[in-house]
């Protein structure tokens, strides 16, 4: 398999700790999302996804794979140790909420791409780009955190295993501090994650920081 990536991109953190999880090795190729090293919109990785965006997963067999969430579902199903949904479907259902909360209601406000065309509406300048991008954070992570408050059971977000729930929500998690944010107004997901830490599989694979 071949992945797709850039180090700095949460959604391609999903994949490399989810990868890691299963103790998967792929061949990676840099693509680069942001200024002058971005590459996602070069002619050349358009023909490979047509959205220009990371992560994409070449499969063994030459089939190519978008997004982040469909790429660790094939992952799963195909390599069902350790598995990565629990196994209760109620729970099952509730680590998908949570995985897009995040995936789909937190992060696509914040990638390169928004915070760049945010850039060249006047009056938006770094300052108010950080509180937007601070704003949405914290006012997904408040709602996760409440998600978690009603319905976790046990050390990770879904379960007692890392589930799809934390490998999105690491990677939020990491961005948040670097946002300036303390995880500490959210207590069960500072717990989460601090647990989540530990694991080499998540430690590793966060996203790099911008440079």
């Known amino acids: 398999m071949k992945l797709f990536e850039d180090k700095i991109s949460s959604a391609a953190s999903r994949v490399r700790i989810a990868l890691a999880l299963k103790g998967l090795g792929v061949e990676r190729e840099t ?55 629990p196994e209760k479907l109620e729970d099952r259902a509730f680590a998908r909420a949570v995985a897009l909360a995040i995936a789909a209601d937190i992060h696509p406000l914040l990638p390169p791409r928004v915070t760049a065309r945010l850039g060249t509406i006047p009056g938006a300048g770094p300052q108010e780009i950080a509180d937007w991008s601070r704003h949405w954070i914290r006012v997904g992570l408040t709602a996760v955190e409440e998600l978690l408050a009603r319905r976790q059971t046990g050390r990770y977000a879904a379960g007692d295993a890392p589930s799809m729930a934390d490998i999105c929500l690491f990677p939020q998690a990491v961005n948040a501090e670097r946002a300036g944010l303390a995880l500490d107004q959210w207590p069960r997901i500072a717990a989460v994650v601090a647990g989540l830490r530990a694991i080499p599989a998540f430690a590793e694979n966060g996203p790099a920081p911008r440079t």
Not at 45 to 64: I, K, M, R
Request: glycine share 8%; aromatic share 6%; hydrophobic share 40%.
């Open 31 to 85: 693509i680069g999302i942001l200024g002058a090293d971005a590459i996602n919109r070069t002619p050349e990785y358009l023909h490979v996804n047509p959205q220009g965006l990371v992560p994409a997963l070449l499969t063994d067999e030459g089939v190519l794979l978008t997004q982040s969430l469909a790429i660790i579902e094939y992952l799963d199903e195909r390599y069902r140790e350790p598995p990565l949904l």
